[in-house]
T-cell receptor, first 114, second 115 residues
Framework: AQSVTQLGSHVSVSEGALVLLRCNYSSSVPPYLFWYVQYPNQGLQLLLKYTTGATLVKGINGFEAEFKKSETSFHLTKPSAHMSDAAEYFCAVSRTGTASKLTFGTGTRLQVTL | KAGVTQTPRYLIKTRGQQVTLSCSPISGHRSVSWYQQTPGQGLQFLFEYFSETQRNKGNFPGRFSGRQFSNSRSEMNVSTLELGDSALYLC??????????????FGPGTRLLVL
């Protein structure tokens, strides 16, 4: 069974600081990995996804993630945090190779302080 | 193009009742997936519909059911509500639901409170 683990349910950074949200996956087959963001009282928005090919994936809003097979990780980073980045972030893996059936991590709430 | 819409946005029910939630996908999208989000269990996949047929199903009891209409609109029904069914129910649509090149677009969700 495929699963994802997000380390740290809450992360707090200062505005302008590096954002690092951790995600590790377990999978017996090559995984397909996603990062979603959820703002208060809203649904989920896709930030980026890894399927095949380049291991460094760039997404929207300046976020990127690197797929590291040796570490079974897909950590999300952003060089400089902005107040508008405050939200909950979810890492997800596809079980079936389709984006329509996802297994999500427990989420990391990002707080950005002045 | 309008996004995914879900109605109602908020709902309060009592134990034992049943509830129907509605989801209208983005125009032209034929795949609709449903997820349950709770503080304890997180986001869990319920089921996916494509062309009026259930194509994938998560690990939920039979009290949870759904359907899709010919215009791709989808409904999910929960019968004999339990307190633990209190959650945010999210609907997502995509063009075909096949392949990883597609993006799923999520609606704002329906927040269900069971008393």
């Amino acid at each position: 069974a495929q699963s994802v683990t997000q380390l740290g349910s809450h992360v707090s950074v200062s505005e302008g600081a590096l954002v690092l949200l951790r995600c590790n996956y377990s999978s017996s087959v090559p995984p397909y990995l996603f990062w979603y963001v959820q703002y208060p009282n809203q649904g989920l928005q896709l930030l980026l996804k890894y399927t095949t090919g380049a291991t460094l994936v760039k997404g929207i809003n300046g976020f990127e993630a690197e797929f590291k097979k040796s570490e079974t990780s897909f950590h999300l980073t952003k060089p400089s945090a902005h107040m508008s980045d405050a939200a909950e972030y979810f890492c997800a893996v596809s079980r079936t190779g389709t984006a329509s059936k996802l297994t999500f991590g427990t989420g990391t709430r990002l707080q950005v302080t002045l | 193009k309008a996004g995914v819409t879900q109605t109602p946005r908020y709902l309060i029910k009592t134990r034992g009742q049943q509830v129907t939630l509605s989801c209208s996908p983005i125009s032209g999208h034929r795949s609709v997936s449903w997820y349950q989000q709770t503080p304890g269990q997180g986001l869990q996949f319920l089921f996916e519909y494509f062309s009026e047929t259930q194509r994938n199903k998560g690990n939920f009891p039979g009290r949870f059911s759904g359907r899709q209409f010919s215009n791709s609109r989808s409904e999910m029904n929960v019968s004999t509500l339990e307190l633990g069914d209190s959650a945010l129910y999210l609907c997502a649509s995509s063009l075909l639901g096949r392949g990883l090149s597609e993006t799923q677009y999520f609606g704002p969700g329906t927040r269900l409170l069971v008393l």
